[in-house]
């Protein structure tokens, strides 16, 4: 660990309420990050100019602006890394990571998912929990690998499924939860490290080569 405030690059799709509970979170110095850059894969998502407000420095990489996924994932990855990160937090980014940022910054991608992982992965996962009937389902949050939703998972909090439940209202009250679980997962990760032992992660412990 390192007695400065961890740098995050936060990726964004749209509306940056993740983002700004972080942000909220790093006032507190004792929090121990901030926000080095907020990036996002369309110019006008909404959670830019809620970065822009609070001064903090934005990049724009839209897929719209390359000839090909791979040009895209090179862009991306280099922009990422121009902010020089301690952690990546994806906050509501709607595109998978390629190869290029996950091999840059291997291990340091945080990613949050609507769904307690393993169960309900994918794109639809509030939906796909209410259609299965279960009477609990929560959010993750979780290392990024090359998978879809299976990276190792760092922490979940389960919200139960009430009977009047719309899929609205359902993913409504995740995303509260989510929120908090994502603040608290990056900052226990910033100030007391992580471990990771195949898919066992463990919070609050570093080792050589984890943590920042």
Sequence with gaps: MTNRPARL???????????????????????????????????????????????????TVSPRDFESRELWDTALARTVAAFEPDLVVCAGFMRL??????????????????ALLPAFPGAHAVRDAMAAGVKVTGCT?????AGVDTGPIL??????????????????????????????TVGTMVRSGWTVEGRVTRLGTTAEGTGV
């Design 9 to 59: 690059v936060v990726l964004i799709s749209g509306g940056g309420s993740i983002m700004s509970a972080l942000q909220e979170a790093c006032i507190d110095a004792g929090f121990g990050a901030r926000i080095a850059a907020v990036v996002a894969d369309r110019a006008d998502a909404g959670g830019l100019q809620i970065a822009a407000a609070a001064g903090l420095p934005t990049a």
């Design 141 to 145: 949050v979780m290392l990024v690998d």
């Design 155 to 184: 922490a979940q909090q389960a919200v139960d499924v009430r009977e009047n439940d719309t899929e609205d209202s359902l993913h409504e009250r995740i995303k509260a939860v989510e929120r908090e679980l994502v603040v608290s």
């Design 97 to 114: 990571i390629g190869a290029p940022l996950l091999e840059a910054q291997a291990g340091r991608i945080v990613n949050t998912h609507p």
